[in-house]
């Protein structure tokens, strides 16, 4: 496999650069000794797009140009995106893959009125139909126009359920520029506001390997949700959620303040770690807004009654070092360089960690050495550092692909 990382701040822009990609990865003929030309190489035509665009980029027009050049496409859009070193907002980056098309093939589910656990399930049971061992590449969409957020949790564990824990597939789930008016996933002549989509790859011809790391330490005492429904928790250990939130952090003024954005000011910086398990992977779960009339907190994934809490300190620079250690681990373990890289971080480290994100992308890349693309997530899926499949929330998220 091949690949080339492409940027730009218009169509045109990622015209021209999708030209020189393709020209400059197109190695000349070589002459063999009898002085007649023996094309050494066989070239580089990619088939496959992976795109991170920012909402105010004319994706239908990027995926009309892709197209044309008889390449397909998986796309989603971001809240910044970056490639090779470069960070942005507002752009459009791809990951270009020369990859066989027998190797790979995608998969969109618009989800209309099923549930997201049924289009999860469809979208994986019609991977196994191709290959006996898919691997994925999967975004979903974060946030409709309607504001309402995608479940990420139940899509991963419905993909999991289905293609059996053994299969890696690692992803995020789309942005809006930070916006919140509604984010989108994409293919030629498809895009959907609320949906999942996947690229599909055979993998007895295509590894994976990655992880998922958040960096945020326990603080204090594990404390209980006590009553909570969905994704809306109305106690924890007995005591209006709401106000536990923002008495512990010291913040109290501001829980009557309705023009205080929770997600932005405390959420990102403080949620909750809790354990999908005891003894288990940590999470994080995200406060996004107060229901005013129950004092209760709206999280960023559904959160069981019961369910151990732990309120949490922001990462500090130990992190950096941290990622980078565990992406060699990782190499150094499976013995195996990869053709490409991938990143999907949580859009939250941004504002909490400022240059460390730039700091983590440039070291994976490093540690990889290869074409990279990513982009700022409203969630990430991947395995986490035991090496369980999780939904994440807060993540710096990382998959290397390698054609064997």
């Known amino acids: 496999?091949?690949?080339?990382?492409?940027?730009?701040?218009?169509?045109?822009?990622?015209?021209?650069?999708?030209?020189?990609?393709?020209?400059?990865?197109?190695?000349?003929?070589?002459?063999?000794?009898s002085g007649g030309d023996d094309p050494v190489g066989r070239g580089y035509k990619p088939t496959l797009a992976i795109v991170f665009?920012?909402?105010?980029?004319?994706?239908?027009?990027?995926?009309?140009?892709?197209?044309?050049?008889?390449?397909?496409?998986?796309?989603?859009?971001?809240?910044?995106?970056?490639?090779?070193?470069?960070?942005?907002?507002?752009?459009?980056?791809?990951?270009?893959?020369?990859?066989?098309?027998?190797?790979?093939?995608?998969?969109f589910e618009q989800i209309g009125e099923r549930s997201i656990s049924d289009a999860a399930a469809q979208l994986a049971s019609n991977a196994l139909q191709k290959f006996k061992n898919p691997s994925l590449i999967v975004c979903s969409t974060g946030m409709t126009t309607k504001g309402e957020y995608f479940d990420g949790a139940s899509m991963v564990k419905s993909i999991e359920n289905t293609i059996g824990p053994d299969k890696i597939f690692f992803g995020g789930m789309a942005g809006d520029d930070g916006t919140f008016t509604g984010s989108y996933i994409f293919t030629y002549g498809k895009e959907t506001d609320f949906g999942i989509a996947a690229i599909v790859l055979d993998g007895d011809k295509i590894s994976l390997q990655g992880m998922a790391i958040t960096g945020w330490k326990r603080m204090g005492i594990a404390r209980t949700v006590t009553k909570s429904t969905g994704s809306?928790?109305?106690?924890?250990?007995?005591?209006?959620?709401?106000?536990?939130?923002f008495k512990y952090l010291g913040k109290e003024d501001k829980k009557t303040d309705r023009a205080f954005n929770l997600t932005d000011e405390l959420g990102f910086s403080?949620?909750?770690?809790?354990?999908?398990?005891?003894?288990?992977?940590?999470?994080?779960?995200?406060?996004?807004?107060?229901?005013?009339?129950?004092?209760?907190?709206?999280?960023?994934?559904?959160?069981?009654?019961?369910?151990?809490?732990?309120?949490?300190?922001?990462?500090?620079?130990?992190?950096?070092?941290?990622?980078?250690?565990?992406?060699?681990?990782?190499?150094?373990?499976?013995q195996q360089d990869a053709d490409a890289l991938?990143?999907?971080?949580?859009?939250?480290?941004q504002?909490?960690?400022?240059?460390?994100?730039?700091?983590?992308?440039?070291g994976l890349q490093e540690v990889w050495k290869t074409p990279m693309a990513g982009f700022f997530t409203y969630g990430e899926i991947g395995r986490a550092k035991k090496g369980k499949q999780e939904f994440h929330s807060g993540a710096c998220c990382w998959v290397a692909l390698k054609e064997k």
């Open 232 to 245: 809306t928790i109305y106690t924890i250990d007995d005591i209006p959620a709401a106000d536990m939130y």
């Open 1 to 33: 496999m091949k690949a080339k990382s492409i940027k730009g701040k218009s169509t045109e822009e990622i015209k021209g650069a999708l030209e020189e990609a393709m020209a400059d990865a197109r190695p000349p003929a070589r002459s063999d000794h």
């Open 351 to 362: 504002p909490v960690l400022g240059p460390l994100t730039t700091a983590e992308n440039e």
């Open 270 to 334: 403080y949620p909750f770690i809790t354990e999908r398990e005891p003894g288990g992977e940590t999470i994080l779960i995200t406060p996004r807004s107060i229901d005013y009339n129950d004092n209760a907190l709206l999280v960023d994934m559904p959160t069981k009654e019961g369910t151990k809490l732990w309120f949490s300190m922001p990462p500090e620079f130990d992190i950096v070092e941290e990622i980078i250690d565990e992406a060699n681990q990782l190499k150094n373990t499976n």
């Open 53 to 107: 665009i920012s909402i105010k980029q004319d994706r239908n027009a990027i995926a009309e140009l892709l197209h044309k050049n008889g390449i397909d496409i998986l796309g989603a859009t971001s809240c910044g995106e970056f490639i090779n070193g470069h960070q942005s907002e507002g752009e459009t980056v791809i990951m270009l893959l020369d990859l066989s098309k027998e190797n790979y093939f995608i998969l």
């Open 342 to 349: 991938l990143i999907f971080s949580c859009a939250g480290r």
